[in-house]
């Protein structure tokens, strides 16, 4: 493109970018779900209280087919939508560390323990000696939420931030950050399901806390149902993400010790991938694509450099930086040049990078990041200012996906 040329992305062409940008299993479960509020929506199916966890049924019938019905069903287009915009950032991000099939086993997993926790407290709130509350037996839930909770949590242990903004208005500790949310839905929205939330909730810190490991699998058996011929269609899709491609156990991994404060799910992401779609006018300042960031198409407005990951992280990548290499400032697909702050940032990586002892990193590494849905180039780029740590590489990555 000429330079000086302004030119304007519409709206299909943004929201085509985005949806191009999200990972196999996660596209999957908000077309699911989006499909099948439409069918009710069609047909004019109002009789949630046939699939929605209800635990008086759960018990009496033994309708145990109402764990895993109660989370594709929405109420309303606003129940579904909001609980899609809220999965689909949550769900990429551990979709790509953890591969397309692990991250369904997690998903039927935390389905799982939800409906248990939440059917515990039910019959000890209604069957308790000292103060009894019958209408947690009757309560009629559905959605998606109870889920996306325990996602919250998993992403925040594995973020390592020590604190998290709500909505862009106030800091509060990381650990604090999903109770928090749980408490002003529930002012916000008094007809959404406290229970359900909370129990997704304990769901996310089990998990984090490893009360779950004896349930997970190994690599080998993700490897094994990936290998299958009956599943060779979806793995042959480019949004598939092989578990093999990704963290090597069978655990997601955390990155403790960032002091850092994340924006968090709501403050950012969210209303970021919103404001992405607005078509807006761009100037490009180059001629052609810089050969150094080759790649398919990311959302338009989104710079994508390497970003600031964690005080931790820096020290060990920026050590042995020195002033006297330097690199001129990389352009981004939309003409768009990084900030200073980040293009320090860039210099510094790349100069440490250089003066680092040069480690061999073989195909299978890089491979295993690109199976992963990272850039190549960035794959190695990354695994350079790394020194071959994947673990560092991956989160290096991880951070120019924010």
Not at 285 to 308: I, V, W, Y
Not at 378 to 402: H, K, P, T, W
Request: glycine letters at 8%; charged letters at 10%.
């Amino acid at each position: 493109m000429p330079p000086n040329i302004v030119s304007e992305a519409g709206l299909s062409t943004r929201v085509s970018q985005w949806w191009d940008g999200i990972p196999f299993f996660t596209s999957a479960v908000v077309i699911v779900c989006g499909t099948i509020y439409l069918i009710c929506l069609l047909t004019g199916y109002e009789k949630f209280y046939q699939i929605c966890f209800l635990p008086y049924e759960l018990i009496s019938e033994f309708q145990v087919y109402r764990i895993y019905t109660s989370i594709l069903f929405h109420g309303s287009l606003m129940h579904v939508m909001f609980n899609m915009l809220a999965f689909v950032p949550l769900g990429s991000e551990l979709e790509r560390i953890m591969g397309s099939i692990r991250m369904l086993y997690v998903i039927i997993l935390l389905a799982t323990s939800n409906a248990i926790f939440h059917l515990i407290i039910a019959l000890l709130g209604a069957h308790n000696p000292i103060h009894q509350f019958p209408y947690l037996m009757d309560e009629c839930a559905i959605g998606f939420s109870g889920i996306i909770f325990s996602l919250i949590v998993i992403e925040t242990s594995l973020s390592g931030a020590q604190s998290r903004s709500v909505f862009g208005l106030f800091n509060v500790p990381a650990i604090w950050y999903p109770l928090i949310l749980l408490v002003l839905f529930q002012f916000v929205m008094p007809n959404v399901s406290l229970l359900g939330h909370l129990c997704g909730i304990l769901s996310g810190f089990a998990y984090t806390y490893d009360l779950f490991n004896f349930l997970i699998p190994g690599t080998s058996f993700y490897s094994s149902v990936e290998s299958s011929t009956w599943l060779s269609t979806c793995t042959r899709r480019p949004k598939f993400i092989l578990c093999t491609g990704g963290n090597s156990s069978g655990y997601i991994p955390t990155y403790a010790g960032q002091n850092t404060n994340s924006s968090g799910l709501f403050s950012g992401t969210i209303w970021r991938n919103l404001y992405s779609w607005i078509p807006r006018r761009e100037t490009s300042s180059q001629t052609a694509q810089d050969s150094r960031f080759p790649g398919r198409g990311r959302t338009l407005g989104h710079t994508q450099g390497l970003g600031n990951p964690g005080l931790n992280l820096q020290a060990r990548l920026l050590d042995n930086s020195s002033p006297d290499h330097s690199l001129d400032a990389p352009s981004i697909g939309t003409g768009e040049r990084l900030s200073d702050g980040r293009q320090v940032a860039v210099d510094d990586a790349v100069a440490a990078s250089r003066q680092m002892p040069v480690s061999v990193i073989s195909d299978e590494e890089i491979q295993q990041l690109v199976s992963m849905g990272f850039e190549k180039t960035q794959v190695e780029v990354a695994l350079a200012a790394a020194d071959g740590d994947l673990n560092v590489a991956v989160e290096i990555l991880m951070s120019q996906q924010g």
